[in-house]
């Protein structure tokens, strides 16, 4: 199945690449509203039930340089290949799983492969679609299904668990995976012979898993041991020193798990950083408007997943927008202007009342924030990427998530914390509203740090004397 020498198919290539990213994207909410029932079958304790979450996050984002750096090393086709296999048997495991360390082991495992997959998808785009026009209309395709799988996540996990099992929303990604695999064998011909291989960069790759996923725990827990305990404390401190110790050692290795100067490409390192900032604001906003939405309007799971469908269709809308008015423009342009209107409905969230309703409180900022984080989306894919040799696409790629995975874990642990400090120990929809408001002002100033990053950092047009490609790295297999 795997042994396609026959040339790329760019079309089914593309095919591949969006349902695999829209499934690893699907995979970070869909068991959210289904915790419950995940809770009463398995017996959960109540504190344990939050790593079914948490886990797929700490593992993704843990392992997403190594993956990243793999796919350089060994071929994108085969990390590729192999994520997507590694997915679909933890989706199977979890989805038959008979106890709560079952489950919580396969969504583990589910990040591994999800981490393997979300470079090779990228540095797969990279590579088969040259820059300009084509490689534009391909990341709009790549942006447009990312965002959709996280605000569908919700959608999908709510109709599955109430009109199937929770099982399903497990064993939903089998069926996706196939079809995913089946467009990869045939759009994306098999990696070539290397020869003899760089050796991985172990070292490296052990203080940058190790302190990444330190630092996504020491965070997600805050919401059990809160920033100021000592638990939280240590656990951040030492991620601090494994992520010091990555340094030197990338510094010092003749094959780095990531080159440091790659950041000196302006394209790169503002990206990664705008990438940051507007993951903490829109996977926050979700996070806030979806409690919002049950805790204070009282709408029902299903109906919380269903409001998040305008929001979904907008992204997709400025999606369309950003790729045809990319294909002729610089990215910084659009990640201005995309990231200030994203700020502008963000703010518009943060108006929120306990007396709202939908269409005044969710729909017209959905419509609003949604075109702008579309308008975003392949810009800062592409400019992620501009300018660099072939052979680290995977290694920017992986960065990249990474910076993308982090914010988003970042932004929800705060800005959650924040909201709840505002409200206390009160249920009273009227302290909740204001703790969730003001939390949504603050994702709504990240969106605008995010823009002034792009009109700061990034260059105004595309010019790669500004980013210089490395002549001595090898293409990738």
Not at 8 to 29: W, Y
Not at 284 to 295: D, H, P, R, T
């Amino acid at each position: 199945m795997y042994k396609n020498t026959s040339p790329p198919r760019p079309g089914t290539a593309l095919v591949a690449v969006a349902i695999a990213q829209f499934v690893i994207a699907l995979d970070m909410a869909v068991v959210n509203v289904a915790l419950p029932s995940i809770g009463d079958a398995l017996g959960f304790a109540p504190l344990d039930l939050a790593w079914v979450v948490h886990i797929y996050a700490l593992t993704f984002g843990g392992f997403l340089l190594l993956g990243g750096k793999a796919c350089d090393l060994y071929g994108r086709r085969r990390l590729f290949a192999g994520g997507l296999l590694v997915f679909a048997i933890a989706s199977l495991a979890g989805g038959f799983a008979q106890e709560p360390w079952q489950l919580v082991a396969a969504r583990a495992v589910q990040g591994v492969g999800a981490a393997a997959i979300a470079p090779a998808t990228l540095a797969t785009l990279t590579t088969t679609f040259p820059e300009g026009p084509a490689r534009v209309r391909a990341l709009g395709v790549w942006g447009g299904v990312n965002a959709a799988g996280g605000a569908l996540g919700v959608l999908v996990g709510g109709l599955l668990t109430e009109y199937a099992n929770w099982r399903w929303v497990m064993l939903v990604n089998i069926p996706i995976v196939a079809i995913a695999l089946l467009a990869l064998a045939r759009g994306v011909p098999a990696d070539a012979p290397t020869g003899t291989r760089a050796r991985l960069d172990i070292a490296g790759a052990a203080l940058a898993t190790g302190g990444i996923g330190l630092l996504v725990t020491g965070v997600i827990r805050t919401d059990h041991y809160g920033w100021a305990s000592p638990e939280t404390g240590v656990t951040l401190a030492v991620a601090a020193a494994f992520l010091a110790g990555f340094l030197v050692v990338e510094t010092r290795s003749a094959n780095p798990l990531l080159r440091l100067s790659l950041f000196t490409n302006r394209w790169v390192s503002g990206a990664n950083l705008f990438v940051f900032c507007a993951a903490a604001g829109q996977f926050s906003a979700f996070y806030l408007v979806s409690l919002y939405m049950q805790q204070v309007l009282h709408m029902s799971a299903g109906a919380t997943g269903a409001a998040f469908i305008p929001f979904s269709l907008c992204v997709i809308a400025g999606t369309l927008a950003a790729t045809r008015t990319g294909a002729h423009l610089s990215p910084q342009p659009l990640l201005v202007g995309g990231g200030l209107l994203a700020a502008v409905g963000i703010g518009w969230f943060a108006l929120i009342s306990p007396d709202g309703d939908f269409v005044t409180d969710v729909l017209g900022p959905s419509i609003v924030g949604g075109f702008g984080l579309g308008l975003c989306l392949a810009p800062v894919a592409a400019a992620a990427v501009s300018g660099v040799a072939p052979g680290e696409a995977g290694m920017a790629s992986g960065a990249f998530n990474s910076a993308r995975q982090l914010g988003g874990s970042v932004g929800v642990a705060v800005l959650a914390t924040l909201a709840a400090g505002r409200t206390g120990a009160s249920a009273d929809p009227v302290a909740l509203n204001n703790g969730y408001a003001f939390a949504l002002a603050i994702a709504a100033a990240l969106f605008a740090a995010a823009a002034v990053i792009a009109a700061t950092v990034l260059p105004t047009r595309l010019d790669h004397t500004e980013n210089p490609v490395r002549e001595d790295i090898p293409a990738t297999p």
